[in-house]
């Protein structure tokens, strides 16, 4: 075997697809011209049908399937093991290759006897070289005029664009120091000599690290501009740009924690600790402005049209206005209203027009009532609040009609949907849906699905495409922007429920419960109050969690207070209870299955609204529970359980 061609995914089936099809192209020539080559995909626990494309699409390719996500180094360390060719190429699989890529990369690696690594020309989808393509060794100078951005001002030069080696000609083949990681040729007898891959990096800097390693093992490292590449870079890590900024700039640190020594590894450090803190602050500065932009537009057109209103008015009644009190009086009449749709939910999304209606009728209300307390330079004519209580509702669909015209985010979301269920009740699930008609149509053709059973199910089933099981959900939405969820109640745990509504109680995502057993479908006002309703899991709210905390915490010290009484009427286990409690080791009241070992969501509990009943009714009253949480359930419960002499029992975790 002459080549190991070794992709690692991660939900990006299409692009994989495209380098599949690629390496299959390069694969024929490289026959044809009468070496064998051999190719490996390690999917690190895909949610996209990754997988099943493979199986379905490329039978050749031999398929590592891992039930968690290994990695960069640890998924390709694994292939690298079981490869059996004399090169050994890391392939990025957001990236195409020529025809010809692996037959050139061949003949000119065999041509040279000392070449350990070898890397091409890359541009991106567009057509631009990519620097990254040739690199040198991040020593801590040429590190700081990376990070800090000077090296642009001398692309050419050797020494302040040491990074991307920009004295050495792209178009010329020549030896270098650092390959990309997205296209790694290396022989595989270095690779025994030198080691693998280095796992304590989970994503960048692996490459760096091994084309140190293999440069330290006597080997040279080459640059072949004899073909190209493309590389649609950075589709492969779906990466956010603050967590890209602290998972890069760590690797940095470990790879000058292991290479460099002394005065030069403590310099080098520096600079990777301002950097993160400059992007970092870069980052949330871009989030803040992005958070406020919407408002603060809002707020200046309420604010332009409540001023403009009141000269109008002035000018009709024959009242002239101190301007200089009536420029920060509309200001703060505009910002009562916005701040009370807001705090009705008006900027939650999906946008929901009875919340910026009764925020506003919030706001009207307030003003009007405490109008009579401004002082006299700040009370103009009520007509302003009727006004204004017409006017920033228009002003707010205006903005949303506008950011919805132009391809913003008008929070209108095209319903998309997740079933949570075993193959068992999928289908009456879906008949359920469509005889009660409680949804709009879905206008997506895929049906998506989660299994309850341990093991995935990653292959198109009547349609269905199943993404794994229910430890796949949160990387399910990220990946796929569900914005529905239904469960199967006869089939999910009230345990796992529970679970899912907490990994998903701070998106905005739609949570039901299809009941085949007995037709209904449960939203967050129950069957007997209409299924076209939210989902709303009052415990996760951080009200709520507060709230439960402080019921926590009095109990336990009014238990700690009369522990006599308690030791009197043979109840001493309360009192123990009561100190865990108070240091925070578990609750009063808990709302998981402990009977059926469902997953936790939180801390151990005491007691559960739910015991001794069926199975049925236990998820029910557990469900509405999380569902509809007041305190004051809490304390019925502990005095339920205190009255009855009910046992203590801790039970696993909530």
Not at 55 to 76: A, I, M, T
Not at 152 to 169: D, H, I
Not at 396 to 405: E, M, Q, Y
Not at 499 to 509: E, H, P, Q, T, Y
């Amino acid at each position: 075997m002459d080549v190991s061609v070794i992709i690692v995914n991660y939900n990006v089936e299409h692009f994989l697809s495209q380098c599949l099809l690629s390496v299959r192209a390069g694969k024929d020539v490289l026959e044809e011209a009468g070496y064998a080559a051999e190719v490996f995909v390690v999917d690190n626990n895909s949610v996209d049908g990754s997988c099943g494309m493979v199986r379905r699409q490329f039978p050749e390719v031999h398929l590592l399937d891992s039930k968690e996500n290994l990695g960069f180094s640890k998924g390709n360390n694994l292939a690298i093991r079981q490869s059996r060719g004399r090169w050994v190429l890391l392939l990025n699989p957001d990236t195409i290759i020529q025809e010809d890529t692996l037959l050139n990369c061949l003949e000119y690696a065999d041509a040279h006897s000392r070449l350990g690594g070898l890397g091409v020309p890359m541009v991106d989808g567009a057509g631009r070289y990519l620097p990254e393509s040739k690199r040198g060794i991040p020593t801590p100078s040429a590190a700081f005029w990376k990070i800090s951005g000077l090296y642009r001002l001398a692309p050419r030069s050797a020494r302040l664009n040491r990074y991307y080696m920009g004295n050495l000609s792209k178009d010329e083949s020549q030896p270098i120091e650092v390959l990309s990681g997205a296209y790694m040729w290396m022989r595989k007898s270095a690779l025994d000599e030198v080691g693998l891959l280095d796992e304590q990096y989970f994503m960048y800097g692996e490459d760096i690290d091994l084309s140190w390693r293999l440069m330290k093992g006597g080997y040279v490292n080459h640059y072949y501009a004899g073909t190209s590449i493309v590389h649609y870079k950075g589709e492969s890590t779906k990466k956010g740009s603050l967590n890209y900024v602290l998972v890069f700039y760590r690797a940095m640190q470990i790879f000058a924690r292991t290479h460099f020594r002394g005065r030069g590894g403590r310099a080098m450090h520096r600079v990777i600790q301002l950097a993160i803190y400059l992007r970092a602050s870069l980052a949330i500065a871009s989030r803040v402005s992005k958070a406020v932009a919407l408002p603060a537009a809002e707020w200046l057109l309420s604010w332009s049209g409540l001023l403009f209103f009141l000269q109008q008015y002035g000018m009709w009644q024959n009242i002239r206005y101190e301007w200089d009190m009536a420029l920060p009086a509309t200001g703060m009449y505009a910002l009562v209203w916005l701040v009370a749709v807001k705090l009705q939910g008006g900027y939650d999304k999906p946008w929901r027009w009875n919340a910026v209606a009764k925020g506003t009728l919030i706001g009207t209300v307030l003003l009007l009532a405490t109008y009579g307390l401004l002082p006299e330079s700040l009370r103009f004519s009520r007509a302003i609040f009727l006004f204004g209580a017409a006017f920033v509702p228009v002003v707010i669909a205006l903005v949303r009609a506008v950011l919805a015209r132009f391809g913003g985010d008008a929070g209108e979301i095209t319903p998309k949907r997740l079933y949570i269920a075993g193959r068992g009740d999928l289908m009456p699930m879906q008949e359920l849906i469509r005889t009660q008609d409680v949804l709009e149509p879905v206008a997506f053709g895929s049906i998506y699905a989660l299994s309850i059973q341990p093991e995935s199910i990653d292959v198109l089933d009547d349609g269905v495409r199943w993404l794994g099981g229910m430890d796949s959900l949160s990387d399910a939405i990220r990946i796929h922007q569900f914005n529905e969820i239904i469960m199967s109640g006869r089939e999910v745990p009230a345990g796992q429920m529970i679970r899912a509504m907490g990994l998903v109680s701070d998106k905005n995502i739609r949570f039901r419960i299809a009941w085949t057993d007995d037709g209904q479908i449960v939203g967050a006002g129950g069957p007997e109050r209409g299924a076209i309703t939210e989902w709303s899991s009052a415990i996760f709210k951080p009200r709520a969690r507060r709230a439960k905390r402080a019921v926590d915490a009095v109990v336990a010290i009014l238990v700690l207070l009369v522990f006599p009484l308690f030791i009197l009427r043979k109840q001493s286990d309360w009192v123990g209870a009561a100190v865990e409690v108070l240091m925070g080791g578990c609750t009063w009241v808990g709302y998981s299955e402990a009977s059926n070992g469902a997953a936790a969501t939180s801390r151990s509990f005491v007691f559960q609204r739910a015991e001794g009943m069926g199975d049925r009714a236990r998820q029910r009253t557990l469900l509405t529970y999380v569902r509809d949480y007041r305190w004051t359930i809490d304390v019925q419960v502990i005095w339920e359980a205190l009255i009855s002499y009910r046992a203590i029992h801790r039970h696993g975790s909530n």
